[in-house]
């Protein structure tokens, strides 16, 4: 009985050395894998916004200091700039015909979209592209690719159409002339 009693002792403390020992040399190795260090690059959030922050500066001063003059959008044909949106009210005839780049809300009224070349506008509300003649739902953002693309009012609207518009557009009345 004292025999098994020493086994166990024994046994336990061979166990016990080898948990010590594992133990000991994955704290050597853990200085080689720590958090934050070359082998274990953890990185915060701020530190990543930080080097973003950096490279884009660098970047921009690259390029003078601003964004390239290809990129820069025109200035709307109604004034103002492009970051604020404006309310425009449409009329029965008239079309709105948003220029390249510009986003569009439309409040009030039933609308149909309009297309000079056969192709759609963005609705990145709802995921889809709408053809010309494609009634337009209320509170929508729809964003314009390129030129000659619009809305105006369906054939049986009756209530006031309003429209929040950021970017350059133009309206057009029923017999072609620009209004705005």
Same mark, same amino acid.
């Given at each position: 009985?004292?025999?098994?009693?020493?086994?166990?002792?024994?046994?336990?403390?061979?166990?016990?050395?080898?948990?010590?020992?594992?133990?000991?040399?994955?704290? *050597?190795? &853990?200085?080689?894998?720590? @958090?934050? @260090?070359?082998?274990?690059?953890?990185?915060?959030?701020?530190?990543?916004?930080?080097?973003?922050?950096?490279?884009? =500066?660098?970047?921009?001063?690259?390029? #003078?200091? &601003? =964004?390239? =003059? =290809?990129?820069?959008?025109?200035?709307?044909?109604?004034?103002?700039?492009?970051?604020?949106?404006?309310?425009?009210?449409?009329?029965? #005839?008239?079309?709105?015909?948003?220029? *390249? &780049?510009?986003?569009?809300?439309?409040?009030?009224?039933?609308?149909? *979209?309009?297309?000079?070349?056969?192709? &759609?506008?963005?609705?990145?509300?709802?995921?889809?592209?709408?053809?010309?003649? @494609?009634?337009?739902?209320?509170?929508?953002?729809?964003?314009?690719?390129?030129?000659?693309?619009?809305?105006?009012?369906?054939?049986?609207?009756?209530?006031?159409?309003?429209?929040?518009?950021?970017?350059?557009?133009?309206?057009?009345?029923?017999?072609? @002339?620009?209004?705005?």
């Amino acid at each position: 009985m004292r025999k098994q009693k020493w086994i166990i002792v024994f046994m336990a403390l061979c166990i016990g050395v080898w948990v010590g020992s594992v133990t000991l040399e994955s704290k *050597a190795d &853990g200085a080689a894998g720590q @958090t934050g @260090t070359v082998n274990d690059p953890l990185i915060t959030k701020s530190y990543l916004d930080q080097q973003l922050a950096d490279l884009v =500066a660098k970047e921009l001063a690259k390029q #003078g200091g &601003g =964004a390239p =003059a =290809a990129t820069a959008t025109p200035a709307p044909s109604t004034g103002g700039t492009d970051t604020e949106m404006k309310v425009v009210q449409l009329q029965d #005839g008239q079309t709105l015909f948003a220029k *390249a &780049g510009a986003e569009v809300i439309v409040r009030t009224g039933k609308t149909v *979209a309009v297309s000079t070349d056969g192709d &759609g506008i963005p609705d990145v509300t709802s995921g889809k592209d709408l053809a010309a003649g @494609t009634a337009i739902e209320l509170n929508h953002l729809l964003i314009f690719p390129r030129d000659g693309r619009g809305l105006k009012p369906a054939a049986k609207s009756d209530a006031a159409i309003y429209v929040m518009v950021r970017g350059g557009y133009s309206i057009q009345s029923a017999d072609g @002339t620009i209004l705005q």
